[in-house]
């Protein structure tokens, strides 16, 4: 919840602000509202709102004083002006101290709504942003320790250094005279923050225990969360044999980690340099290697030569293809829709040339697309997935392939097409089986991998090759399934509704479904009414 302040001395309006707006629907909590400007900024001392919606006149303080006492204090909260026109002298100092917006006079519920809409948005990436910081300095303090009992401190300094274009002493290096050609590695994990530091601790630990098996040399460090390792190989290596090493290690290192549930890691290697000036750019390689997995069917280990061949300059007009699909969807022709969508699937892919982003936007945009045909051609439909939910999934996706299954899977549900089982091979109906039958118990991918004899990091890759989703978005799916189902029945309570489907926690249950559905579980019930 985001908590919420409004100070105005016009009772109506302070009034209006506390309850006409559905603050409980916008994730909100009213802390407090205050008519007058000490005592409001006392309050705001007290109870760190995130939001302030704030009128620029005030008794005891002005609202322009209020904004300068929060800047000078650094507090981390977005302020909302409240002005009439004729105060925009003022709302321009405002402004220029960082207020977040303003609101003119006569006030509109519909404009608050999506300015604290828009300001939840911008806290939501600045607490993952100041996340994403603490976990890495924490990675680094780690990580620091860790070269330090090693030994490996100033050699993995001087290749930090090397790639940044700093002063470095080579010699510091402590390579052998007839050390001159090198290639680089970038390993990217795709684990859960909270697990990154002890699996590179992990995978550091390998590494060092293989030094002494290669014929070659290694020094690796940590770069922006990846850990980087650089191979240094005789003059007298051709460009055959350091594939033949590299792959050699990059696999080693797949298998030391293939056992941990929910853990991706993605190797990127350069081509071979024959000089050790040449290490920036061999960095940059292989990084971009790495990212391009996202491009690279079911491949952990990828070359910067086939990343370079795989990338294609064919022209794509993404707006005529996707008029073409739309156009599809309106005529009804569903032998040729998934003809269609994979060609518009390996269209993006050859307009995206390796970036990703691009490459999740126009996957979205096939989304959008199907969500908007839906809407006007079939009534009611249940089964489609809220868009931004769907929206979310496209951008946690780590593979082309995943896109094109997930966005078949979601193609279906828009057209109302029920899922045959023939789709999915046996074992993945059966564990689909078993989460409709045990979504409402404590079922967990280790449990489940138990119950089919399989491993869990397997099973996981399996779902998500055929499905396209993720365990768990599987059977969060079967519990909003039976959850929307449930609130259609006005005499089940909510709290009932949330033990029945497998949430003990009320409050968990009504976050997650609101995520999910974008209204929260007495939203949903008070539509069905209406229909």
């Known amino acids: 919840m985001y908590k919420v302040a409004v100070i105005d001395d ?24 205050a008519e007058e400007g000490k005592s409001a900024y006392a309050s705001i001392l007290k109870h760190e709102p995130d939001i302030i919606l704030l009128d620029i006149h005030m008794p005891g303080m002005s609202g322009l004083e209020i904004v300068e006492k929060i800047v000078q204090k650094n507090m981390a909260c977005k302020i909302v002006i409240i002005s009439a026109y004729q105060d925009f ?36 990436e600045e607490r993952r942003k100041k996340t994403e910081e603490k976990t890495m300095q924490e990675e680094m303090e780690v990580l620091t ?48 923050e909270s697990d990154r530091v002890v699996n590179k601790k992990y995978i550091l630990d390998f590494i060092d225990s293989i030094k002494a098996k290669v014929d070659y040399q290694m020094v690796q460090t940590i770069m922006n969360g990846d850990i980087v390792l650089v191979l240094f190989f005789s003059k007298n290596t051709s460009a055959h044999a350091y594939k033949i090493y590299a792959k050699r290690l990059s696999i080693a290192i797949l298998d030391f980690v293939k056992e941990w549930e929910d853990v991706g890691i993605y190797i990127g290697i350069s081509t071979l340099y024959n000089d050790v000036d040449s290490l920036s750019h061999s960095y940059k390689e292989a990084l971009n290697a790495a990212g391009n997995h996202f491009f690279s069917s079911n491949k952990d280990i990828v070359f910067v030569d086939e990343e370079h061949t795989n990338k294609r300059h064919a022209k794509f007009s993404i707006v005529h293809d996707l008029d073409y699909f ?160 449930m609130l259609r029945n006005p005499k089940l309570r909510l709290n009932e509704i949330a033990v029945q489907i497998g949430y003990k926690d009320y ?13 929260t579980p007495m939203q949903y019930r008070k539509t069905c009414k209406e229909i």
């Open 10 to 33: 016009e009772p109506y309006i302070r009034d209006s602000l506390v309850n006409t707006i559905d603050w409980k629907g916008l994730h909100c909590s009213l802390v407090f509202a």
């Open 89 to 124: 002298n003022y709302v321009k100092q405002a402004l220029q101290l960082g207020v977040f917006d303003y609101i003119a006079k006569p006030i509109r519920n519909r404009e608050v709504k999506d300015i604290v809409i828009r300001a939840k948005k911008v806290i939501d």
């Open 145 to 192: 320790e860790y070269f330090k009992h090693t030994k490996q401190l100033l050699s993995s300094q001087v290749i930090h250094n090397m790639i940044h274009h700093q002063s470095y002493d080579e010699s510091l290096l402590m390579l052998p005279e007839n050390i001159q050609k090198h290639a680089t590695l970038v390993i990217q994990s795709q684990s859960k």
């Open 326 to 485: 739309y156009h599809t969807l309106v005529n009804g022709e569903e032998k040729a829709l998934e003809k269609q969508l994979e060609l518009l699937i390996a269209g993006i892919e050859n307009y995206a040339g390796g970036n990703i982003s691009v490459a999740k936007t126009l996957l979205s945009e096939i989304c959008i697309t199907i969500a908007r045909y839906s809407a006007s051609h079939v009534a009611n439909n249940q089964k489609l997935l809220p868009l931004n939910k769907v929206l979310f999934d496209i951008n946690e996706l780590n593979h082309m392939d995943e896109a094109f299954a997930y966005i078949k899977n979601y193609l279906k549900s828009a057209l109302h097409v029920p899922e045959k089982d023939p789709d999915y091979s046996p074992l993945v109906n059966k564990v689909i089986k078993y989460i409709k039958q045990h979504y409402m118990h404590g079922i967990s991918l280790n449990s489940t991998s138990q119950e089919v004899a399989l491993n869990p990091s397997y099973l996981s890759r399996m779902l998500k090759k055929e499905t396209g989703r993720n365990f768990s978005d599987i059977v969060l799916e079967e519990r909003m399934k039976a959850a929307k189902n």
């Open 507 to 519: 409050s968990y249950f009504y976050q997650v479904f609101s995520k999910y559905e974008g209204m």
